[in-house]
């Protein structure tokens, strides 16, 4: 199939290598010239706007949006609009707020524009293991671009079925990717996917802090542990309860460096936890555990401990997040303003 990719950072690039990989022919759109330049030299048919990238593509046309949420989405998806036609579909990959989504497809359908909102995890890794896809909106528009997301999902990737999973159910969900319901149900499911993850790497994050301090001089000396925990979380990683691919990170950021001296602990929140709390609040759903580590991570900001920096290497570890750096401090008196 033919599709436009509107976004060339961490994932989008990515996306559009693992499509042009099985066959598909991509166009593709970012401000960052050099990017669209390369992804040419791999394959692709490059664009200098987003007028020109429709004009590149043949009806009915699909374009993915592959950029921040918020307005730069907002932007980028009503501006397509305005150069589609009806029949063609925009499908916006990133984690915008399900809400939008809704407004959003309401817009688009008097146009007689598709709108897919597709919950997208894989992080930096998706080239080579494929990405989970959440997919909401126009049940159509969805069948028709089935094979896009064929492509991009990781398949079965030698997982069996759960046992006791009814046999012959007609999903897509063993290939790793999903219709989820109308629109906003795509990006609602990766929204909790994404509360969810701030549970879990909140764990393991607290784990770590209170294995690390097991040896403080303060406990009683026949209560003192030096616990390598490079050694002990790469021990986790074979036949205990608690593995994971966020484990499996831990212990990659853990053998470089035990003390993460390379992470400050300044860990940020990309929205999606904000809004599982708020939706928790809306249904009267009690999400104790997701809402501590939402708060978790707003407490990093203004001090750091060792369990903040776990949460760091994570991050950067699934999704390629820099550390941002931190606010500076007021001017002090008889200082510059």
Same mark, same amino acid.
Request: net charge negative; aromatic share 8%.
């Given at each position: 199939?033919?599709?436009?990719?509107?976004?060339?950072?961490?994932?989008?690039?990515?996306?559009?290598?693992?499509?042009?990989?099985?066959?598909?022919?991509?166009?593709?759109?970012?401000?960052?010239?050099?990017?669209?330049?390369?992804?040419?030299?791999?394959?692709?048919?490059?664009?200098?706007?987003?007028?020109?990238? %429709?004009?590149?593509?043949?009806?009915?046309?699909?374009?993915?949006?592959?950029?921040?949420?918020?307005?730069?989405?907002?932007?980028?998806?009503?501006?397509?609009?305005?150069?589609?036609?009806?029949?063609?579909?925009?499908?916006?990959?990133?984690?915008?707020?399900?809400?939008?989504?809704?407004?959003?497809?309401?817009?688009?359908?008097?146009?007689?524009?598709? *709108?897919?909102?597709?919950?997208?995890?894989?992080?930096?890794?998706?080239?080579?293991?494929? *990405?989970?896809?959440?997919?909401?909106?126009?049940?159509?528009?969805?069948?028709?671009?089935?094979?896009?997301?064929?492509?991009?999902?990781?398949?079965?990737?030698?997982?069996?079925?759960?046992?006791?999973?009814?046999?012959?159910?007609?999903?897509?969900?063993?290939?790793?990717?999903?219709?989820?319901?109308?629109?906003?149900?795509?990006?609602?499911?990766?929204?909790?996917?994404?509360?969810?993850?701030?549970?879990?790497?909140?764990?393991?994050?607290?784990?770590?802090?209170?294995?690390?301090?097991?040896?403080?001089?303060?406990?009683?000396?026949?209560?003192?542990?030096?616990?390598?925990? %490079?050694?002990?979380?790469?021990?986790?990683?074979?036949?205990?309860?608690?593995?994971?691919?966020?484990?499996?990170?831990?212990?990659?950021?853990?053998?470089?460096?035990?003390?993460?001296?390379? *992470?400050?602990?300044?860990?940020?929140?990309?929205?999606?936890?904000?809004?599982?709390?708020?939706?928790?609040?809306?249904?009267?759903?009690?999400?104790?555990?997701?809402?501590?580590?939402?708060?978790?991570?707003?407490?990093?900001?203004?001090?750091?401990?060792?369990?903040?920096?776990?949460?760091?290497?994570?991050?950067?570890?699934?999704?390629?997040?820099?550390?941002?750096?931190?606010?500076?401090?007021?001017?002090?008196?008889?200082?510059?303003?």
């Amino acid at each position: 199939m033919q599709i436009a990719m509107v976004g060339l950072g961490r994932m989008g690039a990515n996306m559009a290598r693992r499509l042009m990989r099985d066959g598909h022919d991509c166009v593709v759109y970012d401000r960052n010239t050099e990017t669209v330049a390369q992804l040419v030299a791999e394959g692709a048919t490059g664009a200098t706007s987003l007028a020109e990238l %429709a004009t590149k593509l043949t009806l009915p046309r699909t374009a993915w949006v592959m950029v921040p949420s918020g307005d730069i989405t907002e932007g980028a998806v009503m501006e397509l609009a305005g150069y589609f036609a009806p029949g063609d579909v925009i499908v916006d990959g990133g984690n915008s707020y399900f809400k939008d989504d809704v407004r959003r497809a309401k817009s688009l359908a008097e146009r007689g524009i598709a *709108y897919l909102d597709a919950g997208t995890s894989g992080g930096v890794w998706g080239l080579e293991r494929g *990405y989970c896809l959440m997919v909401g909106g126009d049940r159509a528009a969805y069948e028709r671009l089935e094979p896009l997301f064929h492509s991009l999902a990781p398949g079965a990737s030698g997982i069996p079925p759960s046992p006791g999973r009814v046999v012959g159910k007609n999903s897509s969900a063993e290939q790793g990717y999903l219709y989820c319901g109308p629109s906003g149900a795509g990006h609602f499911a990766k929204m909790v996917h994404n509360g969810i993850e701030y549970g879990l790497m909140q764990a393991y994050a607290e784990g770590f802090d209170i294995l690390k301090n097991a040896n403080l001089e303060s406990l009683p000396a026949d209560q003192r542990y030096d616990f390598d925990l %490079a050694d002990l979380t790469e021990l986790w990683r074979r036949g205990s309860v608690v593995t994971s691919w966020l484990l499996d990170l831990s212990a990659e950021a853990l053998a470089r460096d035990t003390e993460l001296a390379g *992470y400050s602990g300044f860990v940020q929140d990309s929205g999606e936890g904000r809004w599982t709390v708020q939706a928790a609040i809306d249904e009267a759903v009690p999400a104790e555990v997701l809402t501590a580590a939402l708060f978790a991570r707003f407490r990093s900001r203004q001090e750091h401990t060792f369990a903040e920096k776990a949460l760091s290497a994570m991050r950067a570890g699934f999704g390629g997040h820099a550390e941002p750096s931190p606010p500076a401090p007021p001017p002090q008196a008889g200082e510059g303003h």
